[in-house]
Every structure is written in C-alpha cells, then in structure tokens.
T-cell receptor, first 113, second 110 residues
C-alpha cells in the first residue's frame, strides 16, 4: 500500500526559481493538507483541501499556491522561492471532515540558496 | 499563546522505565486529540487517538483532562525502539485544521 506519496524527496533551488511539490494518495481520502516543519516550530499548516474542488489557507500560506487536481492529487507551488521557504514539507490526507487522524507522506526536503 | 504546547525535553530514560508526557491546548472548543510519533528525518505516524475516558494500547496510555485542557501520554516498560519525538495534535470541533505541538524528544538508554 503506497498511502501518501510525495515527489520529489529532495530539491535544491536558487532564490527566485519556481517549483511544484507533488502529492498523491491512494486511500480515497477526501481531505488533503500541506504542512511545513521547521526546527523548534512544529508542523504548520500551509493550505488544505477539505474535498475535491475546494482549497483553504492555513496558518502560513504566503508565498505558496495549491491545486487540488482531482481527488487523489494535491500539489503545492512555490512561484518565486525564498530562503525562508527552506524547510521539510509534508503532505497528509484523511478520509473526510471529522475526528479521523491524518496520514502523512514521507516528506520533501527543500533547500533554497 | 500557542494553540498546543509541549515540553520539548529531552527526556532520557533507562530501558524499562515509565515516562509521561503532558500537552496543553488553549482552545476549549478542541474536540479531537492525537499522539503522533516522529522518528528522526521521517514523517509523523499516528501512535494513538485520545478518547475522553482515556485509552490504552499495549504499553501506551493516553488521558484527556478537558477541565484543565491537557492530554497526557504514559509509556510503561520503555524500549530502545521508543526513542523518538512525540507530537501532540489537537483538532477543533469546527473547521478542518489540526494543530501540532513542537514535540517532546525521548531517548531510551540501554
């Protein structure tokens, strides 16, 4: 079972470059999330999608855009990367709205020089 | 004030010891509670959900105190493999957002 798959695993960018982080889940989940994790900060929500066709801002959305391409896929785009966006990015999903826990992908380590 | 607060530790305990972590949350509307485990450079993985009456899963026991707005995790008979960071996670009754603590680091020493 693949669960939540993120690509790429690692990426180094220069300031100003753009890139898209991909996330796909095969669990037929409705809700998907993008987080960033920085030392001493815990996981912070960037954007989420409660269901196909909807997206909402989280705690730290500035500098990012998202697309819920279909039920399986939720991508995160950095239009003009900045060093402050150096982080580990995690995608997560869960079945729907309600008390179920989230399942995480194994992360993308992004460095911006 | 942070939505969820945890003592970062580190907690260094010998094998076989019992160790407890607490986590406090600021919003009384919080309704769903979880403990996740995160190994170094890995993704968070669900350890257990926390129910109002408290719940146990093998050596792990989770408790919820709504009046004082904290949850706890007790690990009995610690194993070397329990070494990890433990994340407290809270979800409010409205919206679809989860709030994560910064984690508590545990090292179990032989």
């Amino acid at each position: 079972n693949a669960g939540v798959t993120q690509t790429p695993k690692f990426q180094v960018l220069k300031t100003g470059q753009s890139m898209t982080l991909q996330c796909a889940q095969d669990m037929n989940h409705n809700s998907m999330y993008w987080y960033r994790q920085d030392p001493g900060m815990g996981l912070r929500l960037i954007y989420y999608s409660a269901s196909e066709g909807t997206t909402d801002k989280g705690e730290v959305p500035n500098g990012y855009n998202v697309s819920r391409l279909n039920k399986r896929e939720f991508s995160l785009r950095l239009e003009s990367a900045a060093p402050s966006q150096t982080s580990v990015y995690f995608c997560a999903s869960k079945p729907g709205q309600g008390a179920q826990p989230q399942h995480f992908g194994d992360g993308t380590r992004l460095s911006i020089l | 004030r942070k939505e969820v607060e945890q003592d970062p530790g580190p907690f260094n305990v010998p094998e076989g010891a019992t160790v407890a972590f607490n986590c406090t949350y600021s919003n009384s509307a919080s309704q769903s509670f979880f403990w996740y485990r995160q190994d170094c450079r890995k993704e968070p993985k669900l350890l257990m959900s926390v129910y109002s009456s408290g719940n146990e899963d093998g050596r792990f026991t989770a408790q919820l105190n709504r009046a004082s707005q904290y949850i706890s995790l007790l690990i009995r008979d610690s194993k070397l493999s329990d070494s990890a960071t433990y994340l407290c996670v809270v979800r409010r009754d409205t919206g679809n957002q989860f709030y994560f603590g910064t984690g508590t680091s545990l090292t179990v020493i032989p």
